[in-house]
């Protein structure tokens, strides 16, 4: 049985981001909101109103529409921009390339009924759209830094509320590169020259290995400060709909994991373990960037998808029946604590399983999930596996049953009966489009196509 959190009042000044130089007073300022964390029960968020659960209406009216989301990647070019449009012969053909297969699935997702498209505009240390802060992403020419010729962020922004979609800016706040390998490093190397360059050569200090990649390292406060005003920029100048973080907190692998024993040394003085000051490490970047959005833009949504199980029962009481990795004592994330205090707009649980896989049932999840939203105002909309559909498992033969449509059902049909769930969000984008989905594709047509979405 692990210990319970040992948690502890700390109190810092915020030192400020040495490489910035942005002109917007607004951005500079959001990086001073949080100076002070405490314990639970009490909430640092920025005391505007909240971002209200809105009461079920007996005629529920478009705004009220539950979430029919999917998460479009970027990384790797998993899901978008297309391979193939990095090599082209020219700027405008690539251009053009990238827009029309952007246009070609917001289409597409229309037509399906997705209402929310979560963009991933910061797939590592590189950006999506117009920053002066990160170099340009080499997903969209295939060099670190090369402007691309126009903005993703802005042009996605526009297409999808043009078809009455929502978007949010999903970032992954932590990862710099997606390898070690001697030509990233290389690469990364290569940028000193730009304005800007990469936060790789601007701070080495602040760069760590884990799961074989680098990372920032959380433990260091002129880190969360830098992340802060990455989000702090897209939002005052984007009209983006929400903002998301991914699980990939302190992600680390058996191989390979996270060198912060001299950060640790420097910052951790008071915690009892190390667990409990990168919980707090984390604690104190959600806070400052819920802060942060809410001083900025009220209305835009702040949200997290961490992994499905929070903690355990056999290690935590509160805990769901489950045996799963947990995102408390893996990723020393307590995402059931951010909800309590009204950290964020929603949070979105990657429930990854079947209901038939026992270490982690579909059912158990949701429900237990539903639980802890019940008494905030956090909305909760379930993160399904739409990569695991008509693919063959041992564990998990439900995905292949009649092309995985009876899980895919019985999914939806307990996100959008039970109390307390509002929406669901398929991971990822491009499974839409494989040979294995596609009777699940169907379903979802049949199921959700036919309603008009409009903001």
Same mark, same amino acid.
């Given at each position: 049985m692990k210990k319970?959190?040992?948690?502890?009042?700390?109190?810092?000044?915020?030192?400020?981001?040495?490489?910035?130089?942005?002109?917007?007073?607004?951005? =500079?300022? !959001?990086?001073?909101?949080? !100076?002070? !964390?405490?314990?639970?029960?009490?909430?640092?968020?920025?005391?505007?109103?909240?971002?209200?659960?809105?009461?079920?209406?007996?005629?529920? &009216?478009?705004?009220?529409?539950?979430? @029919?989301?999917?998460?479009?990647?970027?990384? !790797?070019?998993?899901?978008?921009?297309?391979?193939?449009?990095? +090599?082209?012969?020219?700027? =405008?053909?690539?251009?053009?390339?990238?827009?029309?297969?952007?246009?070609?699935k917001l289409d597409k997702l229309k037509s399906l009924g997705i209402n929310t498209v979560f963009f991933q505009v910061k797939p590592d240390g590189t950006a999506l759209w117009a920053s002066k802060i990160l170099p340009w992403s080499d997903m969209l020419t295939g060099n670190i830094g090369e402007d691309p010729g126009y903005d993703p962020l802005q042009f996605m922004l526009d297409e999808a509320h043009k078809r009455g979609m929502k978007v949010h800016a999903w970032f992954n706040p932590y990862r710099v590169s997606v390898n070690t390998k001697p030509s990233t490093v290389a690469e990364l190397n290569r940028t000193l020259s730009l304005h800007p360059a990469s936060v790789y050569v601007l701070h080495r200090d602040w760069i760590r290995t884990s799961g074989d990649r680098f990372v920032l390292d959380p433990g260091i406060p002129e880190v969360r400060d830098w992340i802060t005003s990455i989000v702090a920029e897209v939002v005052a100048r984007y009209p983006v709909d929400g903002v998301q973080f991914d699980d990939y907190f302190y992600a680390e692998s058996p191989g390979s994991t996270l060198n912060d024993s001299?950060?640790?040394?420097?910052?951790?003085?008071?915690?009892?373990?190390?667990?409990?000051?990168?919980?707090?490490?984390?604690?104190?970047?959600?806070?400052?960037?819920?802060?942060?959005?809410?001083?900025?833009?009220?209305?835009?949504?702040?949200?997290?998808?961490?992994?499905?199980?929070?903690? +355990?029962?056999?290690?935590?009481? =509160?805990?769901?029946?489950? @045996? &799963?990795?947990?995102?408390?004592?893996?990723?020393?994330?307590?995402?059931?604590?951010?909800?309590?205090? &009204?950290?964020?707009?929603?949070?979105?649980?990657?429930?990854?399983?079947?209901?038939?896989?026992?270490?982690?049932?579909?059912?158990?999840?949701?429900?237990?999930? =539903?639980?802890?939203?019940?008494?905030?105002?956090?909305?909760?909309?379930?993160g399904i596996a739409l990569y695991k559909v008509g693919e063959p498992s041992k564990n998990e033969p439900d995905w292949t049953v009649q092309d995985g449509v009876p899980e895919l059902k019985k999914q939806l049909d307990m996100n959008e009966s039970l109390a307390g769930i509002d929406g669901t969000i398929l991971f990822r984008e491009n499974y839409l489009n494989q040979p294995q989905t596609q009777q699940a594709v169907n379903y979802l047509q049949s199921r959700w196509g036919h309603s008009s979405v409009t903001r």
């Open positions: 319970p959190e040992f948690t502890i009042t700390r109190c810092r000044r915020i030192s400020p981001v040495k490489p910035l130089k942005l002109a917007g007073a607004l951005i =500079a300022a !959001s990086l001073l909101l949080v !100076s002070c !964390s405490s314990g639970p029960p009490k909430s640092l968020v920025t005391p505007l109103p909240p971002v209200a659960k809105p009461p079920l209406p007996t005629n529920p &009216g478009h705004n009220q529409e539950p979430m @029919r989301g999917v998460w479009l990647a970027t990384v !790797s070019r998993l899901d978008w921009p297309p391979v193939t449009s990095v +090599n082209v012969s020219s700027a =405008a053909l690539r251009i053009s390339q990238q827009k029309q297969a952007l246009t070609d001299q950060t640790f040394r420097q910052y951790g003085q008071g915690f009892s373990s190390k667990a409990d000051w990168r919980r707090q490490n984390t604690q104190l970047l959600i806070e400052q960037v819920s802060r942060t959005i809410k001083q900025l833009k009220p209305d835009v949504e702040f949200g997290v998808s961490p992994a499905g199980v929070w903690r +355990n029962i056999s290690h935590d009481s =509160a805990g769901s029946d489950t @045996r &799963g990795a947990a995102a408390y004592d893996e990723s020393f994330a307590d995402t059931r604590r951010w909800v309590q205090q &009204g950290l964020l707009d929603y949070i979105a649980p990657q429930v990854y399983w079947p209901f038939s896989r026992q270490a982690a049932r579909y059912d158990v999840l949701a429900k237990w999930w =539903a639980e802890v939203v019940k008494p905030t105002k956090t909305r909760l909309y379930i």
